[in-house]
């Protein structure tokens, strides 16, 4: 039965649930990345237009009506454009943030088990699995957070007025599996010679979300370790206490 681990050394989102009978750990969460923000951008300047005209309608509608139709458009103009100049910073610093997170957000989910850790996400068109031994050898697997470089490429290209607020592109990063294969926690840490390592991104998020969500994702990989297969299979070597006297050895 899955019960949701609560920790001090967790943070509260994304919640980690964990299966204490099938050892099986399950994280999902909704991500709104920097392309969500762009698209709550995108939104938010669409409404922009029927804004400025509704605003002009309800204008023209105070306005005196014995005044002449000219002068009534030259005050609804007026009047409507210092209304939207300052109501506009206080949009583009809500809304596309807003629209991100209930429109566009996408859906991360990871499941960690003993042999294998899988990932569905909108990077891959099916999912993603990752064996934890291979050739006999464990698998050893962490998550990090990078810099998004796309983002970064795209800030510096992006145009526009008010909407240049790059925060959320400055902010961006990619959120990766790191996978080291080829070497066993019980051979000499100096003879790693056939480590092999690649990281495989998993998600784009923002890089406090995806500090927050790498801890859980590792406290995970740990709760799910299925141990090192090949150190079992070593023969067992009885210590013996140098620090006891010679006749109680």
């Known amino acids: 039965m899955m019960r949701r681990i609560v920790d001090v050394g967790l943070p ?13 750990a399950v994280v999902t969460t909704r991500l709104a990345d920097w392309r969500a923000v762009e698209r709550g951008n995108q939104l938010t300047s669409l409404m922009m ?3 400025w005209l509704a605003t002009g309608f309800l204008i023209w509608g105070r306005t005196p009506s014995d005044f002449h139709w000219i002068g009534r458009i030259v005050i609804v103009v007026i009047v409507t454009s210092i209304i939207l100049a300052m109501l506009k910073p206080i949009l583009f610093g809500t809304l596309p943030m807003f629209f991100a997170r209930i429109l566009f ?44 470089r796309e983002a970064s490429t795209h800030s510096v290209f992006r145009r526009g007025g008010q909407r240049t607020c790059r925060q959320h592109l400055e902010q961006a990063a990619v959120l990766e599996a790191v996978v080291e294969a080829g070497w066993s926690r019980v051979q000499d840490m100096e003879k790693r010679s056939g480590q092999r390592m690649r990281a ?23 709760l799910t370790h299925g141990g090192n297969k090949q150190s079992n299979s070593r023969s067992v070597v009885v210590g013996r206490d140098l620090d006891q006297p010679s006749h109680a050895r």
């Open 12 to 24: 509260p989102h994304p919640p980690l649930h964990f299966d204490t009978t099938t050892r099986t």
């Open 105 to 148: 957000a996408r859906r991360l989910r990871v499941t960690m088990r003993p042999e294998a850790i899988g990932f569905r996400s909108w990077l891959y068109g099916r999912g993603v699995r990752i064996t934890r031994q291979f050739q006999n050898r464990p698998v050893q697997i962490r998550f990090t957070v990078r810099q998004d």
């Open 200 to 222: 495989i991104p998993v998600a784009t998020v923002d890089a406090k979300t995806g500090e927050r969500l790498a801890v859980v994702l590792n406290a995970a990989v740990e």
């Open 49 to 51: 237009k029927p804004l």
